[in-house]
């Protein structure tokens, strides 16, 4: 299972993690993130112990979607030693997010 991120656990987790991160930009009310969410949790557990994998509710954290200028949802960023490494925009296949973690790797 993902990680829920918020702007209390975001610095601790993500800037100063001891993990490359996925997280996933999402709102409940968006269909394409819906679709996606069960693929980010399957990714939480293949890479459970290489990646840390969590979830921003952009209705909730506006700040953090403000942050990384999110405009569209879902927008997947990944993170390698607290740096953005990657931006996509648009659901995406498994496969497909899988390669990118495995280059972070």
Wanted: with cysteine.
């Amino acid at each position: 299972m993902s990680i829920e991120i918020t702007d209390k656990n975001f610095e601790e987790l993500i800037i100063n993690g001891d993990k490359p991160a996925l997280v996933d930009f999402w709102a409940s009310w968006c269909g394409p993130c819906r679709a996606v969410g069960p693929i980010i949790d399957e990714l939480a557990q293949a890479y459970k112990d290489k990646v840390l994998v969590g979830k921003i509710n952009v209705d909730e954290q506006q700040s953090l979607a403000e942050r990384f200028r999110v405009m569209s949802i879902p927008t997947i960023v990944l993170f390698k030693d607290g740096e953005i490494v990657q931006s996509l925009v648009g659901a995406r296949p498994y496969e497909e997010l899988a390669a990118e973690l495995d280059k972070l790797l």
